[in-house]
């Protein structure tokens, strides 16, 4: 399978405990987003990455959310002191983009799901 | 902000029934905008897209045409299947891919 892969797939915690969500984008690839999506929601953008470069984050990523792609590969999504506003669905997706195009098509992993208890 | 609205779901047809999902948006300015599908255990995925006004996305049978005048993006298919039964999501960006959703509705087809 050459799509995109996220792990875990579902995770349980304790409030106040770290989390880290890795995403292996489609391998050709040099542009990586995490969204967030809560139940009944539709995806929030939370920070996108241009290969290893991170060029945009929402406000939504409060200062307990690091996101890193070191070698413009593969991405982490870590949550620090977790807190039950966190619960969510976290996606990841990828797209071969070039400056000035908009081709709006990413490609989505089937994401990870975090219960913190 | 920009934003986006569909029409609340869950959606039920029957096989072979007209399909149409509304979607409108708010903006400033003139988006692109989209249709993502997700079906059961997969994610989402592209539907269809126009990048201007008047213009019409198609695929797998479905359609939407960008409508300025009344800032909407409704979603069509003439004739639905089993298969066609997923989440599906309108949503916008402007000239980068950073895309904004909305809610989704849920299109459950019965045979």
């Known amino acids: 399978d050459t799509g995109v892969s996220q792990d875990p797939r579902h995770k349980i915690t304790k409030r106040g405990q770290n989390v880290t969500f890795r995403c292996d984008p489609i391998?050709?690839?040099?542009?990586l987003y995490w969204y967030r999506q809560t139940l009944g929601q539709g995806p929030e953008f939370l920070t996108y990455?241009?290969?290893?470069?991170?060029?945009?984050k929402s406000r939504l990523l409060s200062d307990r959310f690091s996101a890193e792609r070191p070698k413009g590969s593969f991405s982490t999504l870590e949550i620090q002191r977790t807190e039950q506003g966190d619960s969510a669905m976290y996606l990841c997706a990828s797209s071969l983009g070039s400056t000035g195009e908009n081709t709006g098509e990413l490609f989505f992993g089937e994401g990870s799901r975090l219960t913190v208890l | 902000g920009n934003s986006v609205t569909q029409m609340e779901g869950p959606v039920t047809l029957s096989e072979e029934a007209f399909l149409t999902i509304n979607c409108t948006y708010t903006?400033?300015?003139?988006?692109?905008l989209f249709w993502y599908v997700q079906y059961p255990g997969e994610g989402l995925q592209l539907l269809l897209k126009?990048?201007?006004?008047?213009d019409k996305g198609s695929n797998k049978g479905f359609e939407a045409t960008y409508r300025k005048e009344t800032t909407s993006f409704h979603l069509e298919k003439g004739s639905v299947q089993v298969s066609d039964s997923a989440v599906y999501f309108c949503?916008?960006?402007?000239?980068?891919?950073?895309?904004?959703f909305g809610t989704g509705t849920r299109l459950t087809i019965i045979p």
């Open positions: 990455f241009q290969n290893e470069a991170q060029l945009e």
């Open positions: 126009a990048t201007k006004a008047d």
């Open positions: 903006a400033t300015g003139y988006p692109s």
């Open positions: 949503a916008l960006n402007f000239g980068n891919e950073k895309l904004t």
């Open positions: 391998s050709e690839h040099n542009r």
